[in-house]
């Protein structure tokens, strides 16, 4: 077996730094030691002072030199100890672990609850898709998420919901607690469950249904968000941008107005600003202190206009990415998207961006780089692409270009490979950072995270 091997070992990650085990195996083994001591004086005792038949020579292990016989039984002795702290283990813990624990090593599950109790903190600001996808890969890095939620979504079963019971749109909220979710999957599957028939039922999807009865059960929809994430064992923290009862509008280049994200994404007319009204939705406060509070602050992927501009339309959170010392990172879509983002560039989206939530929002833009040929015809969509030429007009912004396409999807992000290149970034992000304080020059390489 090779060094690499043996140190990976999962019994080795018992005495990893960081497992709170080490102390209790040390306290463990001396209390077993003194309990030998005390047997070993009884027994000599015993020994020397009652007759014992001559078979007890061969019981005792006389005709083997004493040190030897040391050996030997300190070798059974731990043999002993780790096999019955095992199995204790698996008896207690039974109960209370996660079925999916069960079928893996306890060791490997107690340093990965570790170790992602020390990841970074990363807020990602969004909505969607493609939010939900960011955090499906982030959650393997890092349990110190925040996701920072549109509310603003007005179309489907959350429509109807919002309009029946006036509640903030809990769909956006919905996908990342399944996306985040810890649970066994038939839990998450339950909680994505969308009815297909049935008066009143069609088209509602039960984890939105389960959100809007916990608000009335709790009376508070912070505490239905919060009470729905405990039930699925969501790593992280999801908060909405606004606790308001928003409503997205649009301007498009043709001067009309449309009002309600579900008409805007219908109406699929070119979108020269999109607005809240009300202008002056208050921030929810513990998503301004998740954005101040954190290492890096990831905006996107998703529906340009209708997932990530509402939540910066927020002043409050607005403002908060603008102060924060945190790393700002942009991730832009892969695919235009019919309707919103026809045509668009990256150049495009962070004009559009900027334009909406000031210059200097973001720092760093990551950029797909597996360009496919061409995107079915169905999908009314084509490939962003990079244009540095037309970046020269965002001074300051680094523009970092590395592979997170979905190969199976080719209009979607890969979660895995996202994440990755995200953690990169983090890695890098004091060199980042003070490349971000200067302008890109039109011979200057885009830079590619390996």
């Known amino acids: 077996m090779s060094w690499k091997r043996v140190r990976d070992h999962s019994a080795l990650k018992w005495l990893y730094p960081g497992m709170h085990i080490k102390r209790w195996l040390v306290l463990l083994l001396f209390g077993v030691v003194l309990m030998g001591l005390g047997i070993a004086y009884i027994l000599r005792e015993a020994y ?46 039974y109960a209370f672990v996660r079925p999916d624990w069960r079928e893996q090593n306890l060791a490997e599950a107690i340093y990965a609850k570790r170790f992602l109790s020390r990841g970074p903190k990363i807020v990602a600001i969004g909505g969607g898709t493609g939010l939900s996808t960011l955090l499906r890969g982030l959650k393997n890095y890092t349990s110190n998420l925040t996701a920072i939620v549109t509310v603003a979504d007005d179309g489907g079963s959350t429509g109807r919901l919002r309009q029946e019971f006036g509640v903030v749109a809990p769909g956006d909220l919905r996908q990342c607690i399944a996306a985040l979710a810890e649970a066994e999957p038939l839990m998450s599957k339950l909680f994505q469950y969308r009815f297909t028939a049935g008066t009143g039922l069609e088209g509602h999807s ?16 912070e505490a239905a968000i919060h009470e729905a994430s405990r039930v699925l064992n969501v790593r992280g923290t999801i908060l909405p941008s606004t606790l308001e009862d928003v409503t997205l509008s649009a301007r498009t280049h043709e001067d009309e107005v449309v009002h309600g994200e579900h008409n805007i994404t219908e109406r699929g007319a070119a979108i020269r600003e999109v607005y809240l009204n009300p ?37 409050g959170i607005r403002k908060a990415v603008q102060q924060t010392s945190a790393l700002r990172v942009f991730v832009c879509n892969v695919a235009t998207q019919h309707g919103e983002t026809d045509g668009f560039g990256v150049a495009e989206h962070v004009e559009a961006l900027e334009r909406h939530a000031g210059q200097g929002i973001v720092q760093v833009v990551l950029a797909n780089n597996n360009i496919a040929p061409e995107l079915p015809e169905a999908w009314h969509a084509e ?46 992000r004091d060199t980042l950072n003070l490349a971000s304080r200067r302008a890109l020059s039109p011979e200057e390489p885009v830079a590619l995270v390996r």
């Not at 083997?64 to 283990?89: D, E, H, Q």
């Open 48 to 93: 020397l002072q009652a007759p014992l038949p001559g078979i007890f020579y061969y019981l005792t292990l006389q005709f083997i030199p004493r040190w030897m016989r040391g050996l030997l039984f300190i070798t059974a002795s731990l043999g002993t100890v780790g096999l019955a702290v095992y199995k204790l283990n698996q008896s207690l813990l």
């Open 206 to 221: 039960f984890g939105n249904l389960f959100i809007v009865a916990m608000s009335e059960v709790t009376g508070n929809f």
């Open 279 to 315: 202008p002056d939705a208050e921030a929810h406060p513990d998503a301004v202190r998740a954005i101040l509070d954190a290492d890096m602050v990831v905006i996107g992927p998703g529906s340009l206009y209708t997932s990530v501009l509402p939540n910066l339309l927020v002043e």
């Open 383 to 428: 490939a962003v692409r990079v244009s540095m030429e037309k970046l020269q007009a965002h001074p300051g912004i680094r523009v970092i270009e590395a592979d997170v396409v979905a190969e199976e999807n080719r209009y979607r992000h890969d979660p895995h490979k996202l994440a990755a290149t995200i953690m990169r970034l983090y890695d890098q």
